[in-house]
């Protein structure tokens, strides 16, 4: 058995299945918490403790929060835009939130169509998203710029009609991008949508 | 504020000071552990509350252990090789345990000797060394290949005097290398060929 004993030992290989981190990577991450016992150790454990009690899933737009409602769905001010923008997971409803794009609100589908991985329209949150809809200006559609992503995209735009306004985010070159590092249709995408200076 | 409420945002914090993971890590570690609450989130929890209570360090040889003392030293068998390695940190000794060293006991000097970190013969666990050594047949010097810590094993030889057999790592161990990132088959290697100083 290795060194430190079977509660240590169980601890590295629980942190060891966190994205980003391997074997060798929480074992260090165990001994700085354990050297930093009551600065990193004790609130962590608390931390961990309270947030397994307090995350809920909204019941409404599917983002993570301690309270369901949401916040964002429980803001007034947030649905004064009429803006409702679309993500595939929470970690994109995060991403969007830190660009501060204003007073918005947001519908978490889950995942996207991947008729190879098994996943149809049944099992991504689809039919709230539908029910939501009339109730906003303009749905924006932000999935990633995936082939899964965009194929869809196409289907929520099918699924919601003509009568709905939907948009979707910008293709283009990104903020700091080199153009001899991006690929051919990004260009060109960039170049159709090209803005007057 | 950022989505997420309190309880999950200072869980990210936290977890961002772990080495090896940033605020976008954590956040995705964070993210990753709700979506699966009862396989990792709830055993990780209790893994961590667990290792909080257990976790004590040796006061013999300095190890991280859930008892005191620790595994290694309370384990008559370790004693018969008549070896003691000395290492830097608790990291190292892991790392030699994982080479499959043989019956051989350990001792942590908690850091290395740093006149540019002011960190001096009385900040690392070296009186008890010195207690120990005329028990051992042989003191093996296994600090990293690090100006400090040859330094460091310069000063402990000294520390010992000539009527001790100290010896250490053979070179074999990358110059400026760390023990923690080697492999086990140089370590092993390294141990074998050990020579006298």
């Known amino acids: 058995m290795p ?4 509660e240590i030992e169980q601890l590295i290989q629980l942190l060891a299945r966190l994205p980003g981190l391997g074997p060798r990577s ?3 991450a165990v001994l700085h918490m ?3 016992k009551e600065q990193l150790m004790l609130p962590l ?7 397994v009690v307090a995350v809920k899933t909204c019941q409404i737009c599917g983002n993570v929060d301690t309270v369901s409602p949401c916040s964002i769905c429980a803001d007034p001010r947030r649905g004064e835009s009429g803006m409702l923008i679309v993500v595939e997971d929470v970690s994109d409803l ?6 501060g794009p204003g007073q918005v609100r ?3 589908l889950g995942g996207v169509l991947s008729p190879l991985d098994g996943i149809g ?3 991504l949150n689809l039919d709230t998203l539908v029910a939501r809809a009339p109730d906003y200006a303009e749905i924006v559609l932000a999935m990633n710029a995936t082939v899964d992503g965009q194929t869809t995209a196409h289907y929520i735009t099918d699924r919601l009609g ?5 948009t979707r985010l910008a293709h283009g070159v990104p903020i700091g991008g080199e153009l001899d590092y991006l690929d051919e249709g990004t260009l060109s995408q960039a170049l159709r949508a090209r803005t007057q200076i």
Request: no cysteine; aromatic share 6%.
């Open 3 to 6: 060194s430190g004993g079977p």
């Open 26 to 28: 929480a074992r260090r």
């Open 34 to 36: 354990i050297k930093r």
């Open 45 to 51: 454990s608390a931390a961990l403790d309270r947030a």
């Open 94 to 99: 995060w991403a969007l939130e830190r660009a």
């Open 106 to 108: 947001y519908h978490v």
């Open 121 to 123: 329209p049944d099992d």
């Open 162 to 166: 003509p009568d709905t306004k939907v």
